[in-house]
Every structure is written in C-alpha cells, then in structure tokens.
C-alpha cells in the first residue's frame, strides 16, 4: 500500500494546486462539499448567482470510483441501511462544511495554502469525530445495508448515471444549468484538466478507501495509520506546489474564500465531522460509495445538495465577512440534532437471564 499511498496524496495534493494554476479559485482546487454546493446552484438548488457551475472535479469523483470498481469487480449494488437518516446527516455535513466554507479535505489544502484557519477548523473536525467514536462505542448503529439483486441491482448505478448525464450537460452548455457570470462559480479550470483530475482522484480514494473523518476515526479505535498518511503525503505535495507557483501565504487574514471567525470555523467542521463519522464516511468519501453502487451513500450526497440549499437560501453559509447568527442558528441546532440523533440510534443490548 505505500506507494499507493504516496501516490493518491500526490494526486490530491498536487492536482488540486494545479487545477488552482489552472483556473479554480485560490485554495479551491478539490472541495467535496463546496464544489458539490457549486452543482446545486447550476441545478437551481439555491439561488446564488455567482456560485453555479457543474464543477467536472465532483463528476469525476463519482465516475473515477464507478469504473474502477466495474473494472475491478466491486461493484456491488447495495442499500436500505436507513436512507432517510442518512439524508440528515449530509444536510449537517454540508451546513457545517459550508459555515467554515470548505470541507475537511479543502481545510487541508488551505492549510498548505498559508491559511491558518484550517487549524482551527481541523480542530473542530477532529474534536467532532471524538464524540462520534463516543456514539459508536455505545452502540450508535444505522442498520445492515443490503446487497441487491433482480432488477434492484439497476438502483446502484443511478448516481454514475446521474453524473454522467450532468457531465454532457456541462460539457455542452445545457440551458438547464445555472453558470455564474462573476464569483467563485465563474473561475474554474477548462471541463477537460477538471474531470481528468476528478476521475484519477475518484479512482485513488475508491482504491485506497480514503476517508478524513475514517483516517482519525480508525486511528482514536485502532490506531491505524494507513489513511492519516494519505493527508500527510497530500499537505506535503500541495504546500510544495503552492510554494512553487507564489500561491502560499501565511496567516488568517485575507485568506482566499475564508473568514477568521474562530469559533464558527471550528463548531461548523465539528459538525461536519461528528454527521460524518455517524454516516460512516466523510463528503468525499460518501461520492465514492455512491459511484460503487452504494445507495446508502447516495441519499446522503443528496442530503448534502439539499444542505446547500438550505445554508444559502437561509443565508446560513459562512462568507468572507464571517458567519451571520442563522448560520450560527444552523450550527448549533445541526449538533444538537446529530448528537440526539447519535444518542437514539443505539444498539438496545439484550439482557441475558439467570441459568440461560
């Protein structure tokens, strides 16, 4: 596994600073839960003008883990392990990503941009996944996914079908989708460099199970090392482009896409990360299972599109000015409900009788 390792980091790491090179905003080469909320504004999800383009990068996260799973035969068409729950817990993931303006992965990234308050957000996501370790020890269990079979095996390949369709449509300027004119959603790298990056980095996180929120889950369970690698190879490979091209810069202030609200940054990936580690898998890696057939998954990035509609049509999205009290609202309410949730959802242990 080391050079796989090695390798999927340098994809993420240094692809996402090229794709920058390339015309992404600056520290916005890969985010699972920004870019996915670029696609919910070019479907019409919510209405914010200069956050609507299909970015290909997602895209090609689905179709890089749907080919190499076909290819390598796992492919399984599964489900029914509560969707509905699942659905929830991506609305928290992306309202908590959305309030810091980044997902975990991107905190990374901004990190090795010079961007200091990924620290703190990291922080917050670490400190969430804790008290979802917490849940987990006590029981917390969503249910047995099923594997299809019959004609149910067709649902496994909705969302590559589904991605599929959105890349046509981007790739010819269907009228359907929303394009920023200005903003963030205007600034991208040309549809090809983008997808190409997306579907090498589908297929690496598919091939080496890559998580954020599994990599310190896994470590806080069993000390397992194997994908906190994977980031310390990414960090490396991004700050070494970063600080090749001129993009580092170091501090709190003035960030790219950011704000310095500590506090927020910190409670909004603390909510990402404990809906993450409940769902079994951080933004990323829920796109991967979805585009291996994963149902499950599925229903939890379509919470995640939802999510964005929510944050922005609330005005609940955090922004270079900071996050506004309904985005501090959603925060708090967001764990509130994830941990009532995480309480509920326990395994009930059965007593065993005397002389049995």
Same mark, same amino acid.
């Given at each position: ?154 649902? %496994?390949? &909705? =969302?590559? @079908?589904?991605?599929?369709?959105? #890349?046509? /449509?981007?790739?010819?300027? +269907? !009228? ?126 379509? %919470?995640? &599109? =939802?999510? @964005?509609?929510?944050?922005?049509? #609330?005005? /609940?999205?955090?922004?270079? +000015? !900071? ?34």
């Amino acid at each position: 596994m080391n050079w796989l390792i090695i390798v999927t980091g340098l994809v993420f790491g240094l692809g996402a600073v090229l794709l920058v090179k390339f015309g992404n905003p600056g520290n916005y080469g890969f985010c699972a839960a920004c870019q996915l909320r670029d696609i919910a504004g070019a479907l019409g999800i919510h209405s914010v003008a200069t956050l609507q383009y299909a970015r290909p990068e997602i895209i090609g996260f689905i179709l890089g883990a749907f080919g190499l799973s076909r290819l390598g035969g796992e492919f399984r068409p599964r489900g029914g392990s509560n969707p509905v729950l699942r659905f929830v817990l991506g609305m928290a993931m992306m309202i908590g990503a959305l309030v810091f303006m980044g997902c975990p992965l991107r905190a990374i990234l901004r990190v090795a941009g010079g961007d200091l308050n990924g620290l703190t957000a990291l922080a917050g996501f670490i400190a969430g996944i804790g008290v979802g370790v917490v849940f987990l020890k006590r029981g917390f269990n969503l249910g047995r996914a099923h594997i299809y079979t019959g004609g149910m095996q067709i649902t %496994g390949y &909705l =969302a590559a @079908a589904a991605a599929l369709v959105l #890349l046509i /449509a981007v790739s010819m300027g +269907a !009228g359907f989708l929303n394009f920023s004119a200005k903003g963030p959603g205007s600034m991208h790298a040309p549809i090809i460099i983008s997808l190409l990056a997306g579907l090498a980095a589908g297929a690496l996180a598919g091939r080496t199970r890559m998580c954020l929120s599994g990599g310190f889950r896994d470590y806080m369970l069993i000390r397992d090392t194997t994908l906190l690698k994977i980031y310390g190879v990414m960090f490396l490979a991004a700050l070494a482009g970063n600080l090749y091209f001129g993009f580092f810069k170091l501090g709190f202030e003035n960030q790219p896409l950011a704000h310095t609200m500590h506090i927020w940054n910190f409670l909004g990936l603390f909510l990402t990360g404990l809906a993450a580690t409940l769902a079994g898998g951080c933004p990323l890696r829920q796109m991967i299972m979805a585009g291996e057939g994963n149902t499950d998954a599925m229903f939890c990035v379509l %919470g995640m &599109l =939802a999510g @964005a509609g929510v944050a922005h049509n #609330l005005n /609940a999205a955090g922004s270079a +000015a !900071g996050v506004g009290i309904n985005g501090q609202i959603a925060v708090v309410l967001g764990i509130a409900v994830i941990s009532a949730l995480g309480y509920v959802y326990r395994e009930k242990l059965v007593p065993i009788s005397k002389g049995v």
